[in-house]
């Protein structure tokens, strides 16, 4: 239910404050129009759209492999993730089979997205109780997880990484090289990070009980992703809705209980542990699989050939111009497929009619769907405590606004 | 309790609520139901509360539009039963002079935003909402963008003229 703007009449002086759209504590473009009593927020009214770039109505005017780049300025802290699960997508429609071999790399890239996007949020959870010191030593585990992608893509932000139907080039050596590393390097660099706030008592008494949320309460609010694990409900696509070859994995999905920022961020860290055990299992895969090769699928329509075949190969420079002037036939159809991002159950609804573009496209952006219980969340609390509460529902303004 | 098949969930809508349930389609993995408008919110209801299916998750819901269909405005609503691990699609359609559905928000609180973001691209209207006022664009804004007759690009650029690559000039026509 909507909470009504009340402001009970009861000739108190209450102090209506501006929080945001800019300002440094709110990690991103978002206004709270807030209603104070001293420091206690009476009622809330957010504003959103500051930076909404109409990805759904553009995504309506560009070919299917043009979207890419849409899809990583949504949640730019995990954008793979996001590229990934466009492309796969599309693959859903015109029904493509992927060598296991590019699912398992696909694995490996989107949980490092994963680990970086946690990486980001619990850091920043700690800079806003105060500790800036665990912040600037995760943004070095950070940069190797986005040298890592410049290796496969060349770009660390915006990623634009794979293609439809796999990479569009294999992982070289110093791609290998610098994801072991990684894996072996950063359970040591997560107990340095958790030693300095898991058992801190300052940082417990300013997270444990601040802005918690029922189980009921964020089911109703569809949360999904760590949030929702972190009220105590274990939903997590990867089990619940293997794609990319999940089923294949033995890991766990943390939960908490209250549903509180010190919970959320519990749940985040341990799913760091568990997405480098996943990458571990994933590269032992790669090593036991006969084909060593491959890295996308046989589908020529829509992946682009190499370069050198477009020159010197008839059928390739065919394919070539019908890719890139989306001459291509695409089932008609709807589809929904959805991966476990970042922060949730990010959801992809295509509707094709067969033409170049796609007919209809709708995000499922999770914070999007969440950050509606921001307003319940806080409401009675602390204004540090409401900080503490966005900053650790890892509300990102980019995925919030599309 | 076992996990509801598909064909029981059919079979239980239609017993409830007969005519009003148009057609089911399957589409890639989702099964997605066409209901009418009018008993959207007693069927998301009964697939709520009743125990043998247990609907309490609303995936997403958004607008669609389509231009060339006697009932071209469409709400689209995604339910996910959590506890059996099934999804379902529910599809209802309405015309231009109708431009109404009912509101989710008292089964859904997840609803409230998806509304009115329904609101802000197409322009449908919720009843019983309590805040139906646009959400990610600019409040003063005097059309529904997401409307197929609204073009991608600027009204007041006349300089992009390359039909070639996707702009269609046509677009511009259509308004004036």
């Not at chain 1, 909404?52 to 299917?64: G, I």
């Not at chain 1, 979207?67 to 859903?92: A, F, Q």
């Not at chain 1, 600037?136 to 990623?159: K, M, N, S």
């Not at chain 1, 939903?235 to 994995?249: L, Q, W």
Request: glycine content about 6%; overall charge negative; charged content about 25%.
């Amino acid at each position: 239910m909507q909470l009504k703007p009340t402001i009970p009449d009861d000739h108190k002086q209450y102090t209506t404050l501006n929080l945001g759209p800019t300002h440094p504590a709110t990690h991103g473009i978002f206004q709270n129009v807030l209603t104070m009593d001293g420091e206690i927020i009476v009622d809330s009214e957010p504003t959103i759209g500051y930076i909404h770039r109409a990805f759904e109505k553009l995504a309506e005017h560009k070919p299917f492999y043009q979207i890419t780049p849409l899809t990583d300025r949504m949640n730019y802290c995990s954008s793979p993730i996001n590229n990934m699960g466009w492309h796969m997508t599309v693959e859903k429609l015109i029904k493509a089979e992927l060598p296991k071999r590019v699912e398992y790399m696909r694995v490996i890239i989107m949980e490092l997205a994963r680990i970086s996007d946690h990486l980001v949020c619990n850091s920043v959870i700690g800079v806003d109780t105060g500790a800036m010191t665990g912040f600037l030593y995760v943004f070095q585990w950070r940069e190797d997880i986005y040298e890592i992608y410049e290796e496969i893509c060349g770009a660390r932000l915006t990623t634009n990484i794979g293609r439809i139907g796999g990479f569009e080039r294999d992982f070289n050596e110093t791609a290998w090289r610098k994801i072991k590393k990684l894996v072996n390097d950063l359970p040591a660099g997560l107990k340095e990070f958790e030693k300095l706030l898991v058992r801190n008592r300052i940082f417990m008494d300013r997270t444990i009980g601040c802005g918690p949320i029922s189980a009921e309460r964020a089911l109703n609010y569809s949360f999904s992703g760590p949030n929702l694990r972190a009220a105590g409900v274990d939903y997590d696509v990867r089990a619940m809705n293997p794609y990319s070859s999940y089923e294949e994995f033995e890991f766990e999905i943390p939960i908490g209980k209250n549903g509180d920022t010190y919970d959320r961020f519990m749940v985040r860290e341990e799913e760091m542990y568990q997405s480098l055990s996943i990458i571990r299992q994933a590269m032992e895969k790669i090593e036991k699989l006969q084909d060593k090769t491959s890295f996308h699928a046989d589908i020529p329509s829509f992946y682009l050939p190499p370069k050198e075949d477009v020159y010197n190969n008839m059928e390739a420079l065919i394919y070539h111009f019908k890719i890139v002037m989306g001459e291509t036939d695409v089932p008609k159809g709807e589809v929904y497929h959805c991966v476990e991002g970042g922060n949730g159950e990010l959801g992809f609804y295509l509707m094709s009619d067969g033409g170049r573009q796609p007919f209809r496209l709708h995000f499922r952006r999770p914070c999007y769907i969440y950050y509606q219980a921001y307003r319940e969340m806080i409401k009675g609390a602390f204004l540090s405590d409401a900080i503490l509460t966005m900053s650790s529902m890892n509300v990102i303004a980019g995925e919030l606004d599309a | 309790m076992n996990k509801p098949s598909i064909d029981q969930i059919a079979e239980a809508i239609n017993e409830k609520f007969g005519n009003a349930i148009l057609s089911r389609e399957e589409k890639y993995d989702f099964t997605v139901f066409t209901i009418d408008k009018s008993i959207l919110v007693s069927l998301c209801k009964f697939l709520y509360d009743d125990e043998r299916f247990q609907f309490r998750y609303l995936t997403t819901a958004c607008g669609i539009h389509l231009p060339d269909e006697p009932k071209p405005f469409a709400m689209m609503y995604q339910l996910h039963s959590l506890v059996f691990n099934v999804r379902i699609r529910i599809k209802a359609y309405t015309t231009l002079n109708d431009l109404h559905f009912d509101t989710l928000i008292p089964i859904f609180s997840a609803a409230n935003w998806m509304e009115r973001e329904a609101f802000d691209f197409y322009g449908i209207r919720f009843n019983g909402h309590p805040k139906m006022t646009r959400i990610l664009n600019v409040e003063d804004m005097d059309y529904h963008p997401m409307r197929k007759e609204y073009p991608v690009e600027d009204r007041t650029r006349y300089d992009k003229d390359d039909t070639m690559f996707g702009r269609e000039k046509a677009n511009f026509k259509k308004l004036t």
